[in-house]
């Protein structure tokens, strides 16, 4: 008999190493994405963004992905020009747009001609004031419009990278772990929020005054390197095409005829309107996550000089963190004894984490526990939607999660304001629920959709719903900052009177109507869900029917 033919993509290594690459590149542009999310309240007291400047420029990042369509086209440059050039020009065009977003924020900035110039102008756009979706307003600082342009640079390129590097790995493991490959891929990617929220605020206070312009420096310069392994990517992949003689595969392109067909699908909608509200509470939360932790849970700064006030401590913190992911990821892919170990050190190391947190009395290194819970369940859950079904029941228990920690947040942690203890523990517990809602909606959302929707037009209903996931990304965290500002005049009262400091009025603003706002989108989440499980159980759709089939 003849041997086939060994590839690259035959060798475990090989593909590993390939996705490796993807998963890093990844795994650094989320860590830009939320690089300046745990500085709000330096921004506020240095650059004077108040919470409507944030707002604005926090969902920037998706404004071209949705007022140009630039999901779509992202989606028609990869089918023409394939994986490896998509990937380059996704990295180049995240580092253009981190690189404006970094001198936007700088000192060199500030008094030049170049912000004189965003002073005076893009304070009226024609049409889109009217229609009222501008991505800019009259009084907005000239550097949150500045980092605004750059954010929204960054936000095409992460979107093509990320379906890009989606592409890439069904390329590499076609027949193959692909399952693991994704699961892994998402979970190095969600690690990228918890090191934004730890290393963050630890460089840009490394400088008297504290510097942002340094964390984004830091994030660009991660960036660099996330081009550099697209790069030896590409070279990969190029090896890969020579060995197989087979152009790149391409997924079904997007059709406009196709719109009809997907639109016209109530199974459809339901599941779009499901992803972008539960989305919409959880990625802007995320960008306000922190500043709303120091609003309500009062920190007593450790001593100066001590290992907690040291940067070391957030190095030693990260380190745990690795642990925790580690463990626990692997956990789920063991048996017996060395199972148990995995998770009891997971565990212990997760409260080590969250000790090291409040010894630091930090808001931000709280926060970061958010990601690693779901980097633990998320295999199990997908592995219970695969055999076991449920995903429906799942969506709607991921909404009932996500209403109680909003609902816990606006109205219980505040109770809490003073106690050493208590608000810290209440923050941590729910954080973690929070996580592991998160963790619940993916796991059974992104399966159910091929069960939705004609397989000839899969491509074009996936494009279709993250365009309008992108939508709820762009006016969510917008509205988040308007509601803030009008629930909390008084904070601006109290600074321009000078009763208090800029410094005081970051960390001062009531955040419960916000809280409900995000709340209310768990109502409603729940309530699509609801009607999902109706649909589902009268023309058997098999939402409730595991994914694998008993032979």
């Given at each position: 008999m003849t041997q086939a033919l060994q590839t690259l993509r035959d060798k475990p290594s090989a593909r590993w190493t390939a996705l490796i690459l993807l998963a890093m590149a990844m795994f650094f542009s989320y860590i830009f994405m939320d690089i300046l999310s745990p500085l709000?309240?330096?921004?506020?007291?240095?650059?004077?963004?108040?919470?409507?400047?944030?707002?604005?420029?926090?969902?920037?990042?998706?404004?071209?992905?949705?007022?140009?369509?630039?999901?779509?086209?992202?989606?028609?440059?990869?089918?023409?020009?394939?994986?490896?050039?998509?990937?380059?020009?996704?990295?180049?065009?995240?580092?253009?747009g981190a690189t404006i977003n970094w001198y936007a924020v700088t000192d060199a900035f500030m008094g030049s001609s170049l912000e004189a110039w965003f002073t005076a102008n893009l304070n009226y756009i024609p049409l889109l004031d009217e229609l009222g979706v501008s991505p800019f307003y009259q009084g907005m600082p000239a550097s949150?419009?500045?980092?605004?342009?750059?954010?929204?640079?960054?936000?095409?390129?992460?979107?093509?990278?990320?379906?890009?590097?989606?592409?890439?790995?069904?390329?590499?493991?076609?027949?193959?772990?692909?399952?693991?490959?994704?699961?892994?891929?998402?979970?190095?990617?969600?690690?990228?929020?918890?090191?934004?929220?730890?290393?963050?605020?630890?460089?840009?206070?490394?400088?008297?005054?504290?510097?942002?312009?340094?964390?984004?420096?830091?994030?660009?310069?991660?960036?660099?390197?996330?081009?550099?392994?697209?790069?030896?990517?590409?070279?990969?992949?190029?090896?890969?095409?020579?060995?197989?003689?087979?152009?790149?595969?391409?997924?079904?392109?997007?059709?406009?005829?196709?719109?009809?067909?997907?639109?016209?699908?109530?199974?459809?909608?339901?599941?779009?309107?499901?992803?972008?509200?539960?989305?919409?509470?959880?990625?802007?939360?995320?960008?306000?996550?922190?500043?709303?932790?120091?609003?309500?849970i009062t920190f007593n700064p450790p001593a100066e000089g001590s290992f907690w006030a040291s940067s070391t401590v957030a190095y030693v913190q990260y380190v745990v963190m690795l642990i925790i992911a580690i463990t626990a990821f692997t956990s789920n892919f063991s048996r017996g004894v060395m199972k148990s170990i995995l998770l009891v050190a997971s565990i212990a190391s997760l409260l080590v984490f969250c000790y090291m947190a409040y010894c630091r009395q930090s808001a931000e290194s709280i926060f970061a526990v958010f990601p690693l819970l779901a980097v633990g369940i998320t295999p199990i859950l997908g592995k219970y939607v695969d055999n076991k079904g449920k995903a429906a029941s799942m969506l709607m228990l991921g909404s009932i999660l996500l209403i109680i920690c909003h609902l816990t947040f606006a109205f219980v942690l505040p109770l809490f304001k003073g106690s050493p203890v208590g608000g810290v523990v209440l923050a941590f517990a729910t954080i973690l629920v929070l996580g592991s809602s998160f963790s619940l909606v993916p796991a059974?959302?992104?399966?159910?959709?091929?069960?939705?929707?004609?397989?000839?037009?899969?491509?074009?209903?996936?494009?279709?719903?993250?365009?309008?996931?992108?939508?709820?990304?762009?006016?969510?965290?917008?509205?988040?900052?308007?509601?803030?500002?009008a629930s909390n005049p008084e904070v601006e009262q109290a600074l321009a009177?000078?009763?208090?400091?800029?410094?005081?009025?970051?960390?001062?603003?009531?955040?419960?109507?916000?809280?409900?706002?995000?709340?209310?989108?768990?109502?409603?989440?729940?309530?699509?869900?609801?009607?999902?499980?109706?649909?589902?159980?009268?023309?058997?759709?098999?939402?409730?029917?595991?994914?694998i089939k008993p032979q």
């Open positions: 709000k309240d330096i921004l506020e007291t240095q650059r004077h963004w108040d919470s409507t400047a944030f707002g604005t420029y926090a969902g920037s990042e998706t404004f071209l992905n949705v007022f140009i369509f630039f999901l779509i086209i992202a989606g028609i440059i990869l089918d023409k020009m394939g994986v490896r050039f998509t990937a380059l020009l996704s990295g180049v065009v995240m580092v253009a949150a419009k500045f980092a605004s342009v750059g954010f929204m640079i960054f936000g095409c390129g992460v979107e093509m990278a990320g379906i890009t590097v989606s592409r890439g790995i069904v390329k590499w493991f076609k027949g193959k772990e692909m399952a693991l490959a994704m699961g892994s891929e998402m979970a190095l990617a969600r690690l990228g929020v918890a090191t934004c929220m730890i290393f963050s605020p630890v460089i840009a206070r490394m400088s008297t005054p504290p510097d942002v312009s340094r964390s984004v420096a830091f994030g660009v310069i991660l960036l660099l390197i996330a081009l550099i392994m697209f790069v030896a990517y590409f070279f990969m992949d190029r090896k890969l095409d020579a060995e197989t003689g087979e152009a790149e595969e391409a997924e079904e392109p997007f059709h406009i005829k196709d719109l009809g067909r997907i639109l016209s699908d109530g199974g459809f909608w339901l599941v779009a309107l499901l992803c972008v509200l539960y989305y919409s509470a959880i990625f802007p939360f995320q960008k306000y996550a922190v500043n709303m932790l120091q609003c309500n059974s959302l992104w399966p159910s959709v091929p069960k939705l929707v004609d397989s000839k037009v899969i491509g074009s209903a996936y494009a279709l719903i993250f365009w309008i996931q992108n939508i709820g990304l762009w006016l969510f965290p917008l509205l988040i900052g308007k509601v803030l500002k009177s000078g009763q208090l400091t800029p410094t005081e009025a970051a960390v001062s603003y009531n955040y419960t109507n916000a809280l409900l706002m995000l709340a209310m989108l768990g109502v409603a989440a729940l309530v699509l869900g609801i009607l999902l499980k109706a649909v589902d159980k009268k023309h058997h759709l098999g939402l409730e029917e595991p994914n």
